[in-house]
DNA sequence: ATAGGGTTAG
């Protein structure tokens, strides 16, 4: 299509065509550039290279990025302006990938070189695809350039740093070499620390930044609340929210936004909820911020308010669906995880990587598997999310074996391993029983990869070496740990005691248990069986007064089941209503099963149960 | 004529 064709075909549907008068429109031929007629001259352009790249703009910003681009391939010459606005347009639309192509051509092989509007803009593109080296790459050419010392390319690098490396000390570097600092300067150095989850050191900058008398703006502020949010300190949230008030800046949406956030962060729901209603004006980000909230700590509640979002006229984006998919995956009500599946693919948005990673986890977490297999297999990117998501997945069903493979499948296609996928690994390894490939695992992600062991990492070994029988080697381990081990590694030890009856390593393991966590009923039960079984019923007497003087503060566990689009909840003795029989039925069902195969049923725990 | 910072997953 040629572009006076293109131009003409396309204009009508472009409203900011509609201000360009078609005499521009007609003097836009490459052949006779320099001369062309008009009768109006003021109009008319001394060069259409200039015209084209304002059109390249229009086209990106009416979403027309493909005519963008066949414009751009038209033109005869191109200067940076006309490369910078393509590559800017690939930027918006998050083709980033795209974006950097430009580039590489452009610095390669075309006679123009980048400037600092070129530099800035592709280093919003490195920053997206969290390209360290692309990055670097950029930094070096900007440095060769002479382009550094713009406020803008140093902005951006700082940028491309904070999000590409997750140490800011390449940050801290180009920050401290900006010799006037503007507010921009400030927000991208907090917004790193906050990114990296550092939330003291956003608010040690944002602290400086006041010393120095910047001028704060909403920007500042919604980002130092965030920072707040990130420490969880109420206090500091509190004292943020009052300095908003008293900058004029309450009725910001943003601003407003980022202190719904901390509310819910900190875990005030309650104070949440009353500043949701208190707040002047809402837009989607608000319902999805308060949605995201509840999803953490009352699921179900998430869901009443998404529905209260639908009749209030928001329609969900990928950010709402993301926490409503989350949410059905903590209550594991399938139904009504389906039913919002059914909405993102009505949406268009089961393309989306976050959502795909999110449904994956959910049908795992319902219990449907083959599901979470099929999404998984059917995906055309997948990141480490997908990866651990699907692991986690296969892990939790017993299905070691398929969750190692894809952990070696993983590693060669090309993705770096991170903690929580190994913690996705060894729990798999553990529950399948593949204790040699799960310590190799740990050889590797300690030696290959550089992770050091945490808590959890170390709590999953335990378990490893526990549940195989190698409970001395499990008591080796904690004691060489570099760190004091935390009740949750003792407890590990503790569950591999009881199953194999060690006694003495079982007393000290629970002893740990409850120095650290005093009001741990699992260990106080087990605990005491293991006196039961000695003998010593005196110990035995003393455990359980001190469990059913602590049974009374303890929430009763509860458990629920989804049939047929209604949730069934239930606790220890409950009668059910008119399903009780039900119950029995299919549980003496699964009684015979189990001895059928052979399950010997591990009555200790029911015969010293303290309740029973 | 071309460039900037604020909400979100395992």
């Not at 006779?32 to 910003?61: G, V």
């Not at 670097?136 to 002479?146: E, I, M, Y």
């Not at 989850?197 to 944002?206: C, E, M, N, Q, T």
């Not at 069934?568 to 029989?581: L, N, R």
């Amino acid at each position: 299509m040629s572009t006076r064709k293109l131009i003409s075909s396309t204009s009508k549907k472009s409203i900011h065509f509609h201000k360009i008068p078609p005499t521009i429109l007609n003097s836009l031929n490459w052949a006779d550039n320099n001369q062309t007629q008009s009768s109006n001259p003021s109009l008319t352009p001394k060069n259409p290279s200039i015209l084209a790249t304002n059109l390249i703009k229009s086209y990106c910003e009416s979403g027309q990025i493909n005519e963008a681009r066949t414009l751009f391939d038209e033109m005869p010459e191109r200067d940076v302006v006309a490369w910078t606005a393509m590559i800017a347009g690939y930027t918006s639309f998050h083709y980033h990938t795209h974006a950097w192509r430009l580039f590489a051509e452009m610095a390669g092989t075309a006679a123009v070189d980048p400037n600092e509007y070129t530099v800035s803009t592709v280093l919003k593109a490195c920053r997206s695809m969290k390209s360290l080296l692309y990055g670097t790459l950029v930094h070096g050419l900007a440095v060769k350039r002479g382009l550094e010392g713009s406020l803008y390319v140093d902005n951006a690098l700082m940028d491309m740093y904070a999000t590409c490396c997750d140490c800011m000390e390449k940050a801290w570097m180009v920050f401290k070499g900006i010799k006037v600092k503007n507010d921009v300067s400030w927000t991208t150095l907090i917004t790193g620390y906050t990114h990296i989850g550092d939330g003291y050191g956003g608010l040690r900058v944002f602290r400086h930044m006041i010393l120095e008398e910047v001028k704060l703006n909403p920007y500042s502020f919604s980002i130092a609340v965030r920072a707040c949010a990130s420490t969880g300190w109420l206090v500091f949230g509190k004292l943020m929210h009052a300095a908003v008030t008293k900058h004029g800046f309450g009725s910001n949406i943003p601003v407003t936004n980022s202190i719904l956030d901390m509310y819910c962060r900190c875990g005030c729901l309650s104070e949440a909820n009353q500043y949701f209603h208190e707040m002047s004006e809402k837009d989607l980000i608000t319902w999805n911020t308060l949605i995201a909230g509840y999803e953490r700590s009352d699921s179900s509640e998430s869901l009443n308010i998404f529905s209260r979002m639908e009749s209030e006229g928001f329609s969900p984006n990928s950010f709402t669906f993301s926490s409503i998919i989350a949410a059905c995956a903590n209550l594991a009500v399938l139904r009504c995880g389906q039913q919002v599946h059914g909405g993102i693919v009505h949406k268009g948005l089961d393309r989306d990587l976050a959502l795909a990673n999110s449904l994956i986890d959910m049908y795992a977490k319902c219990g449907n598997i083959s599901d979470s297999q099929k999404i998984f297999s059917d995906m055309w990117h997948r990141d480490l999310v997908t990866w651990t998501s699907m692991m986690i997945g296969f892990g939790s069903h017993g299905y070691g074996k398929e969750a190692v493979h894809l952990f070696d499948e993983m590693v060669w296609s090309g993705i770096r391993p991170d903690r929580i996928v190994f913690i996705a690994v060894l729990s798999a390894c553990s529950h399948a029983g593949l204790v040699d490939e799960g310590l190799r695992y740990f050889e590797t992600m300690v030696g290959k990869y550089n992770i050091k062991p945490n808590q959890e990492i170390y709590g999953c070994v335990v378990d490893l070496l526990g549940r195989a029988g190698r409970v001395n080697e499990a008591y080796r381990l904690i004691q060489s740990m570099p760190f004091k081990a935390d009740e949750t590694v003792w407890g590990a030890l503790l569950a591999a005691c009881k199953a194999h009856r060690l006694v003495d390593l079982g007393k000290l393991a629970a002893r740990r248990v409850l120095d650290l966590r005093p009001n741990m009923m699992g260990a106080y039960v087990m605990l005491s069986n293991i006196y039961a079984a000695e003998g010593k019923y005196k110990e035995f007497a003393k455990i359980r007064r001190t469990m059913r003087r602590m049974g009374n503060k303890k929430e009763t566990g509860k458990s629920w089941i989804e049939v047929k689009n209604q949730v069934y909840s239930f606790v220890v003795g409950d009668k059910m209503g008119s399903h009780t029989e039900h119950v029995y039925v299919v549980l003496d069902l699964l009684n015979g099963n189990m001895k059928e195969a052979g399950y010997v049923p591990d009555l200790d725990c029911l015969v010293h149960d303290p309740e029973g």
